[in-house]
């Protein structure tokens, strides 16, 4: 029997509150900002931390009011992603991470936008 609990599935961007027609497969990194990994030698002794810089990432459908030249030229932007659970991931100081791309056939601008910190607000 199912729980009712709902699983994300849409999501949302927005560069400081305009929104973007992003297609599926959004991802969302490095919350939380650590990785760990084991410390290994005659037996597992712990772990190691390292610090994971936060980023928003997916494919964008190229509309005609889209302009690449703009968003490849964001920086210090405040990046939200709205999940249709309810929550919110918001990428602060944000920046255009590497050159648009392009692609015929689908439409569609791949995009990657780093940011300094990510904040989850449930």
Known sequence: ????????????????????????????AGIGGTS?????????WGF???????????TLADTA????IALNQITDATVTVELDTGKTYVLR???CESAVDLQDG???VKV???GMSIEEQL
Request: hydrophobic residues 40%.
């Open 1 to 28: 029997m199912a729980n009712g609990y709902q699983t994300s599935g849409r999501f949302w961007v927005y560069v400081n509150g305009t929104l973007l027609r992003a297609k599926t497969g959004i991802t969302v």
């Open 65 to 68: 009011d889209l302009s690449l």
């Open 112 to 114: 990657k936008f780093g």
């Open 48 to 58: 190691s931390e390292e610090t994971v810089a936060p980023s928003v990432e997916g």
């Open 93 to 95: 100081h944000a920046w």
């Open 36 to 44: 760990r990994k084991p410390v290994v030698g005659a037996q597992v």
């Open 106 to 108: 689908d439409g569609g």
